[in-house]
Structures are given as C-alpha cells and as structure tokens.
C-alpha cells in the first residue's frame, strides 16, 4: 500500500500519515480553493474547513470513507468543477431550510450558498474566485472560422455555454445580495402563501443599515405612498389581498429601491465634486445678491451651482429630493431601467419564487375578472378585483400592515443591493449582458 500524503493549510508543514518520521516538507500555491472538501463516513453534509481566503495548494481536497482515504493532486480545471459539484449537490440534496426562497439552478449557485451558511466571513474572496473563473471561461470561448463544417456544432456548444454561465452569474449575483442580508442580520422571507404574520422584524437594519441619510426621506415617502398614513401601518389589522396586487407591489419596490441607489450614487458624486445644483431657496438668494450688488465689480457667479467656498466647506442645501424632482423624464427613466438582463432576470425569479409564477397569477386574476364580462369605468373594475379576492377566486394573501411594511422594506433594500452587485461585477470583470432598451410608444415620441 502506498503512502498518502495529506496537505494542511497554505504555509504549514505537510507530513507522511503512513511514515510520521519521513522527512517535514512544504507545498508550494498552484491553484485556488478555498479550505479542503472532507467527507466524513456514515454522514451526508459536506463541511468547509479553512482560513479567511483562499488556499492556493496543489493538494486540497481528501475524501475520508469513501471507497478508501486518497489526496487528490493537481487536478484539472475539469476534473476539480465536477468534484466541487459533487460535493455541493450532495451538500444542496438534504438541506431542508434556506436562507432566500429562490434556489439555486447551478453548481456555482449551491457553492455560494452553502459558504453564505457555513463561512460567511469567506463569501468575498470565494465569488471573487467564480467571478475570474467566470471571466476566464468567457476569454476562452473561441469560434471556427466561418464556412468551416463545424461552425454549427461550435456555435451550439457556444450557445450552451454562454446559457450556462449567464444562469451561474445570476446564482452567483442573486448570493451575493443574500450575504449582503446576512450582513445587516436580516433573513429574507420565505414563499408567502395563506395568512403570514412576520414578528420581530428589523426594521432599522432595513432602513439605516442599507440606505443613506438622504435616501431615507424618499424611502420613507415611497412607504406611505404604498401603504398610506404611517399609524395604520404600525397596526395589526389583517388585510386580505390578491397575490399578484402583492408581486406587483414588491416588484415595483425593487425597482424603486434600484433607481433610488443609482440616483443617491450620483447624487453623492456630484456634492463632492462641487457640481451639485444650488437648492431653490439658495438660488433665489444668489439671485438676489447679484441684483443687489450691481454696478460692483464683483466675481461672475453661476447662480445654480455651489461657489468655491461652498464646494470646500459648508455643503449645499439641496437635498436628494429635491435633486431627483429636477430630473427630466428622459432622465428619470434612463435611472430607473435595470442595466443587465441578468438583473432583470434575478428580479423576476425572486418575486416568482416569493409570490408564485406571475404570468400564472396574472391568468388566473384575467380568468375571475372576464367572468362578468368586460369592465365599463377603472371603478368597476376595482370592485370585481375586491370581489375575486374576497370569493377567493384568485391566489390571496392575508397580512397584517406591518407585515406589509416588512414586505415593501425587504423589496426595496432587494433593489439597491442588486445595484451595488451589478457595479461590481461589470466594473471589475464586465460580464453582465445588456438589457434591452425598452422603447416608447409611437405617440411618446
């Protein structure tokens, strides 16, 4: 039988399990991954062992009670994805719980996922690492020359390729938004269904632990604008509701909190590079000062922007509110519109996985309403909406306000964190696919 030699962590001495006595010798970095796999005999988890970062050794995977005790050494890229895969869906196959209702759909997805639980502290430099891995298979994609007999075949092998990464970056985005929840020590809530009552809900975490001071005073407008005056929402009075009323609330939620990160961003910017636009009030004063002071030889002021003085010290007045009303309409839908088809993809996936499949609700709410025949006034068609819900002829849901609060938080926190994913990964490896500009209609023009 021969000898097995076992690695330990990235600059410890490694050593002969089957010759304690044999010479002390030490391995040099190869490749990446992070701690060692270690199967244990008779258990079926997978459990992660390791430092904060990244192994690079040319030995880190043992597998204990497998078939016999062997190292696995200097493993191709090929053959170290398909042991990673066994070890994740073995992992992902008897995990009751979840932290996030959407599950995901690709071995990259399951190894994320089962580092958020087991070593958070080791998230960043792990998607770092599937980010490159990620990056370095889209260099790598190369295609036949054309009017070669294979450049079909390559460009289907292409096609599939590009589905599966493009399904692994957003399993990948979509656990980097659930480490950032984990975070601020928040869980994200499970598929809603039937009556839900959420308790202990953090709601500071969901407000100053994701948003700035300034965005606070636009989130707290969006609540009362979707759950109306600020007592009510505080109560526990159980309200009944259609799951797709529900889905579209939390949808538009997300892309509020999606255009309110895009446009605190620039707002910041702006203020600390001096160009942010004078309030009203402060411009109406400027205005005033050069009419008093007419005839003077004074400095030639730009009545909208900040002086010198005012951009090195004391920080204009204007306030986030009041820079996003300027906002043009071209502007506004410009911030507004999710950048990456992946990001439009995560946000349709996580509300489908919270609510149910939304074409399917949106069939079945169609379905109840044309039982009556066409509405005559939006009135009407209001009350029969009320009447499905209340024959529950529709999917329905049964919150209290404050559960409704939690909801509308949730999505919108959801929303600002898939832009900060979304800036890190196309600032840093550029792999997210454009989404399509959707255009106006012939009469917006």
Not at 128 to 153: F, H, I, R, W, Y
Not at 385 to 397: G, R, W, Y
Request: net charge negative.
């Amino acid at each position: 039988m021969s000898s097995v030699s076992t690695f330990a962590l990235p600059g410890v001495t490694a050593h002969n399990k089957r010759d304690p006595s044999a010479p002390q010798s030490r391995y040099r970095p190869s490749w990446p991954l992070k701690g060692y796999l270690e199967w244990k005999r008779g258990r079926k988890d997978v459990r992660c062992l390791g430092r904060e970062g990244f192994m690079r050794g040319a030995v880190d995977f043992r597998a204990v009670g497998m078939g016999g005790e062997g190292t696995v050494s200097r493993k191709s890229v090929a053959e170290r994805r398909k042991l990673r895969e066994r070890c994740v869906r073995t992992y992902a196959k008897d995990k009751d719980n979840s932290l996030a209702p959407l599950k995901p759909e690709s071995p990259t997805g399951e190894f994320l996922n089962y580092i958020i639980e087991s070593e958070p502290q080791l998230f960043a430099s792990a998607m770092d690492k599937q980010l490159e891995q990620l990056s370095e298979e889209k260099d790598n994609d190369a295609s036949p020359a054309e009017g070669t007999a294979e450049m079909v075949l390559y460009q289907r092998i292409n096609e599939v390729k590009v589905a599966q990464r493009k399904r692994a970056l957003e399993d990948l985005m979509y656990a980097s938004i659930l480490h950032k929840f984990v975070n601020i020590g928040v869980d994200l809530l499970p598929s809603l269904d039937g009556v839900s009552h959420i308790e202990n809900a953090n709601y500071k975490a969901l407000t100053e632990g994701v948003h700035s001071v300034e965005a606070l005073e636009l989130v707290k407008q969006h609540l009362s604008t979707m759950l109306g005056d600020a007592p009510a929402a505080y109560s526990n009075v159980m309200i009944k509701i259609s799951k797709l009323q529900a889905a579209q609330v939390y949808a538009a939620s997300v892309m509020f909190g999606y255009f309110l990160r895009r446009a605190d961003k620039r707002f910041q910017l702006e203020r600390a590079l001096g160009t942010l636009p004078k309030s009203p009030e402060d411009t109406l004063k400027s205005l005033e000062a050069m009419f008093n002071s007419a005839g003077e030889e004074t400095e030639v002021i730009n009545p909208d922007y900040p002086s010198v003085d005012e951009a090195a010290g004391g920080m204009p007045s204007l306030s986030l509110k009041q820079y996003v009303e300027a906002f043009s309409q071209e502007t506004l839908a410009e911030t507004a519109r999710i950048v990456s088809s992946e990001g439009v993809t995560l946000v349709e996936r996580h509300t489908g996985a919270l609510f149910g499949s939304i074409d399917g609700l949106q069939t079945e709410m169609q379905a109840a309403l044309e039982e009556e025949g066409p509405a005559e006034n939006p009135q009407q068609l209001m009350e029969r909406i009320q009447h499905a819900v209340m024959d529950d002829k529709v999917a329905t849901l049964t919150l209290t306000y404050s559960t409704q609060r939690r909801i509308i938080l949730e999505a919108v926190a959801f929303g600002s964190f898939l832009r900060d994913v979304e800036t890190h990964v196309d600032t840093e490896y550029a792999l997210l696919t454009p989404a399509p500009t959707m255009k106006p209609p012939p009469m917006l023009q």
